[in-house]
């Protein structure tokens, strides 16, 4: 690398770091369900995953957290009957808007000949 009066300037080592690993929610959740057995102690799960043991710890203690949501609700097991329904209830209203819309121009573009 060279500057303006032609003097060569070593090599910097680049000083950015590493870009995060970012895990998806079903090797969490193995990961989790793994530290829940208790078969393997956390560092252990923590090295074989190539994870930070304060992670695994935070992953188990989230599964042990939302674990009853499994178990709630009328939905063969699934938690959030609600949230669903409301967003079951928006998505047929939109259908009928659609469907509306939809049958109008069909007979707007018969009345013009289209």
Same mark, same amino acid.
């Given at each position: 690398m060279e500057r303006r009066g032609g003097k060569p300037q070593p090599?910097? %080592?680049s000083k950015m770091k590493a870009?995060?690993?970012?895990?998806?929610?079903?090797f969490k959740a193995r990961v989790a369900l793994e530290a &829940?057995?208790?078969q393997k102690t956390i560092q252990q799960i923590a090295a074989e995953h190539e994870v930070h043991?304060?992670?695994?710890?935070?992953?188990?203690?989230i599964l042990l957290e939302r674990? %009853?949501?499994a178990f709630e609700?009328?939905?063969?097991g699934r938690?959030?009957?609600?949230?669903?329904?409301?967003?079951?209830?928006? &998505?047929?209203s939109k259908i009928g808007e659609l469907t509306v819309k939809l049958d109008f121009l069909e007979k707007k573009s018969r009345q013009l000949g289209l």
């Open positions: 090599e910097r %080592p870009k995060r690993k970012r895990h998806d929610t079903t &829940l057995k208790g043991p304060v992670q695994v710890s935070d992953w188990k203690k674990l %009853p949501e609700g009328n939905k063969g938690g959030g009957g609600e949230v669903f329904d409301k967003e079951r209830e928006a &998505l047929h």
